[in-house]
């Protein structure tokens, strides 16, 4: 059995049972069975007698244990059947100890708190850890401990003591600690202050021994919804090409991705779209593959078309575009990408629908992209646009030159024969596809945006081939942050961190009502059902 304790510093109210809820959710999701125990410091013997207007609302289990609201949390977000015996107090611990004294079980010892209580504690978590609550035979994989209250309390430091010993107890390496606290922004230019964090984990480390590395912070904004706190924690990416499962095919795209999502702090999750299954053909023919191919690009928070060569898949990319288009996915078409991703609008928004690249149809009335006036037809090898060519900005309060550092240009490496036609371009511009970046002449589209949208970029250059670790791709952060749904953490310079975002941002607050205790408002109803189960992505 794993154990994860889940502290809380400084303030109550924080959203360490959503915190916590989220953290077992994330491990269900990753194939892990999950229980959870509550532990609240107070003496009653549990929540019946308590006023829901002092303590929040009294939630009523199976076995008919009135207990914590928290308890409500974990069986809506992990789908559990939890005990009374889920829920500690310090009523329970006393009253079984003391229970043990009356009958003898002590005779002639001194009953403390140090070891009896705290034996009391280490032996009910271990008992009730072991109890199956999720219908399934046996006891779970991991056991996530909350425990109630804040990190300084009278209250809680028998526990505080307990759990110590119980990490040696099941051993460290069975044993994780995740301190939920507050870090408040002070000023309007939104600077964190981490003093009150710094005190909690001090009095944290008094008590243990804690052990804190940057890595092992992670920032969770105020959300408007406490449903989206699982999905802060993690991000999922649909590439949709046409060698899908041959990772090494698209090798660079992949790392770049990876740089991006280490910066924004996210654990990468990309799941292959086979282009071809999003077309219609697919869905006569082969209707499951039809159906798991949709489901993998809904549930993607960001979309990814990469470069190709050749008509095979070309429509279930233009799909795939179209559907992030529409739904304000984000989206980054990279060469091909971008091409496809403006033939789409050219057939959606302009009702061209035979809109296409000479490149698939020779013969289309509406060439939106066409072969490139310097290149050979007769010689294959070589003979494409390659290399480091520079992109200047046309316009310059666009996403991308701001992603870039809003630099004037970019040098980025190029391998096409195609182009967007140039004589295209004032169409499309009116039509609200917006062409940032072109090349030297101002005639060769290398960058395309949709301004209406929160993250639609289309580039004719592989930024990927030049993205590193520690120094990610300016682009592929642009996605990923968009897909985190934090599009004001994009940094002002390329490479560098995402700044947090400062409360009072667009990302918007939690909507809160607390209970005269500073307990938050909880949903009485909710459900993730679907966000988990869109196939097996494959985790980065
Ligand atoms: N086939 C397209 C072209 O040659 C796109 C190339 C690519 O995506 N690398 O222009």
Same mark, same amino acid.
């Given at each position: 059995?794993?154990?994860?304790?889940?502290?809380?510093?400084?303030?109550?109210?924080?959203?360490?049972?959503?915190?916590?809820?989220?953290?077992?959710?994330?491990?269900?999701?990753?194939?892990?069975?999950?229980?959870?125990?509550?532990?609240?410091?107070?003496?009653?013997?549990?929540?019946?007698?308590?006023?829901?207007?002092?303590?929040?609302?009294?939630?009523?289990?199976?076995?008919?244990?009135?207990?914590?609201?928290?308890?409500?949390?974990?069986?809506?977000?992990?789908?559990?059947?939890?005990?009374?015996?889920?829920?500690?107090?310090?009523?329970?611990?006393?009253?079984?100890?003391?229970?043990?004294? @009356?009958?003898?079980?002590?005779?002639?010892?001194?009953?403390?708190?140090?070891?009896?209580?705290?034996?009391?504690?280490?032996?009910?978590?271990?008992?009730?850890?072991?109890?199956?609550?999720?219908?399934?035979?046996?006891?779970?994989?991991?056991?996530?401990?909350?425990?109630?209250?804040?990190?300084?309390?009278?209250?809680?430091?028998?526990?505080?003591?307990?759990?110590?010993?119980?990490?040696? @107890?099941? *051993?460290?390496?069975?044993?994780?600690?995740?301190?939920?606290?507050?870090?408040?922004?002070?000023?309007?230019?939104?600077?964190?202050?981490?003093?009150?964090?710094?005190?909690?984990?001090?009095?944290? @480390?008094?008590?243990?021994?804690?052990?804190?590395?940057?890595?092992?912070?992670?920032?969770?904004?105020?959300?408007?919804?406490?449903?989206?706190?699982?999905?802060?924690?993690?991000?999922?990416?649909?590439?949709?090409?046409?060698?899908?499962?041959?990772?090494?095919?698209?090798?660079?795209?992949?790392?770049?991705?990876?740089?991006?999502?280490?910066?924004?702090?996210?654990?990468?999750?990309?799941?292959?779209?086979?282009?071809?299954?999003?077309?219609?053909?697919?869905?006569?023919?082969?209707?499951?593959?039809?159906?798991?191919?949709?489901?993998?690009?809904?549930?993607?928070?960001?979309?990814?078309?990469?470069? *190709?060569?050749?008509?095979?898949?070309?429509?279930?990319?233009?799909?795939?575009?179209?559907?992030?288009?529409?739904?304000?996915?984000?989206?980054?078409?990279?060469?091909?990408?971008?091409?496809?991703?403006?033939?789409?609008?050219?057939?959606?928004?302009?009702?061209?629908?035979?809109?296409?690249?000479?490149? /698939?149809?020779?013969?289309?009335?509406?060439?939106?992209?066409? /072969?490139?006036?310097?290149?050979?037809?007769?010689?294959?090898?070589?003979?494409?646009?390659?290399?480091?060519?520079?992109?200047?900005?046309?316009?310059?309060?666009?996403?991308?030159?701001?992603?870039?550092?809003?630099?004037?240009?970019?040098?980025?490496?190029?391998?096409?024969?195609?182009?967007?036609?140039?004589?295209?371009?004032?169409?499309?511009?009116?039509?609200?596809?917006?062409?940032?970046?072109?090349?030297?002449?101002?005639?060769?589209?290398?960058?395309?945006?949709?301004?209406?949208?929160?993250?639609?970029?289309?580039?004719? /250059?592989?930024?990927?081939?030049?993205?590193?670790?520690?120094?990610?791709?300016?682009?592929?952060?642009?996605?990923?942050?968009?897909?985190?749904?934090?599009?004001?953490?994009?940094?002002?310079?390329?490479?560098?961190?995402?700044?947090?975002?400062?409360?009072?941002?667009?990302?918007?607050?939690?909507?809160?009502?607390?209970?005269?205790?500073?307990?938050?408002?909880?949903?009485?109803?909710?459900?993730?059902?679907?966000?988990?189960?869109?196939?097996?992505?494959?985790?980065?």
């Amino acid at each position: 059995m794993k154990y994860v304790l889940v502290t809380g510093g400084v303030v109550s109210g924080l959203g360490k049972g959503v915190t916590a809820s989220s953290i077992g959710l994330l491990l269900q999701a990753c194939g892990l069975r999950v229980t959870s125990i509550k532990i609240d410091p107070y003496l009653n013997t549990d929540a019946g007698t308590m006023s829901p207007f002092e303590h929040g609302e009294v939630f009523v289990l199976d076995d008919g244990g009135e207990v914590d609201l928290d308890l409500g949390n974990y069986e809506r977000f992990l789908d559990l059947t939890l005990t009374r015996d889920n829920n500690i107090t310090t009523g329970k611990i006393y009253q079984s100890v003391i229970d043990k004294e @009356r009958k003898g079980d002590y005779l002639g010892k001194t009953v403390q708190v140090v070891p009896h209580i705290t034996d009391a504690i280490q032996e009910w978590i271990e008992r009730v850890a072991m109890v199956p609550v999720d219908g399934k035979e046996g006891p779970a994989d991991v056991c996530v401990i909350e425990l109630g209250g804040t990190i300084g309390d009278i209250e809680s430091m028998p526990f505080i003591e307990a759990l110590g010993q119980f990490s040696y @107890r099941v *051993g460290r390496e069975n044993f994780c600690l995740i301190h939920v606290s507050l870090v408040p922004v002070l000023n309007v230019v939104g600077e964190q202050k981490t003093k009150p964090t710094q005190h909690s984990v001090r009095v944290l @480390r008094g008590q243990g021994d804690g052990l804190l590395q940057a890595e092992n912070i992670v920032t969770l904004y105020d959300v408007l919804n406490i449903w989206h706190i699982p999905l802060l924690l993690r991000v999922r990416i649909a590439m949709v090409g046409k060698y899908t499962g041959l990772s090494d095919a698209y090798l660079s795209v992949l790392k770049a991705l990876l740089h991006a999502s280490v910066a924004c702090r996210r654990k990468l999750v990309v799941d292959w779209v086979a282009a071809g299954d999003l077309e219609d053909v697919t869905a006569e023919e082969a209707p499951e593959a039809y159906k798991a191919a949709w489901d993998l690009l809904k549930g993607a928070d960001g979309v990814l078309v990469p470069g *190709g060569f050749g008509d095979r898949g070309v429509q279930g990319k233009i799909l795939a575009a179209k559907y992030a288009r529409e739904n304000k996915v984000p989206y980054l078409g990279i060469c091909l990408g971008m091409q496809i991703a403006v033939i789409e609008y050219a057939r959606s928004v302009l009702g061209m629908a035979d809109a296409n690249s000479t490149e /698939f149809d020779s013969e289309t009335t509406s060439p939106c992209v066409i /072969f490139m006036p310097e290149g050979s037809k007769t010689h294959m090898g070589g003979t494409m646009r390659l290399g480091s060519r520079r992109t200047y900005f046309k316009v310059n309060d666009c996403k991308s030159a701001k992603l870039y550092g809003n630099v004037a240009s970019v040098d980025e490496r190029h391998r096409h024969r195609y182009e967007v036609n140039p004589d295209m371009i004032s169409q499309l511009e009116n039509a609200g596809l917006s062409f940032v970046g072109r090349d030297e002449t101002g005639r060769r589209m290398e960058i395309v945006e949709l301004p209406t949208h929160p993250y639609f970029v289309g580039v004719q /250059f592989h930024p990927e081939f030049k993205s590193r670790p520690g120094k990610p791709s300016a682009l592929f952060l642009g996605l990923i942050s968009a897909a985190c749904r934090q599009p004001n953490t994009i940094p002002q310079n390329n490479g560098h961190l995402p700044k947090p975002v400062a409360n009072g941002t667009s990302n918007g607050h939690v909507t809160v009502k607390p209970h005269q205790n500073g307990h938050a408002f909880k949903p009485s109803n909710g459900s993730l059902n679907g966000v988990y189960s869109n196939g097996n992505g494959v985790h980065f």
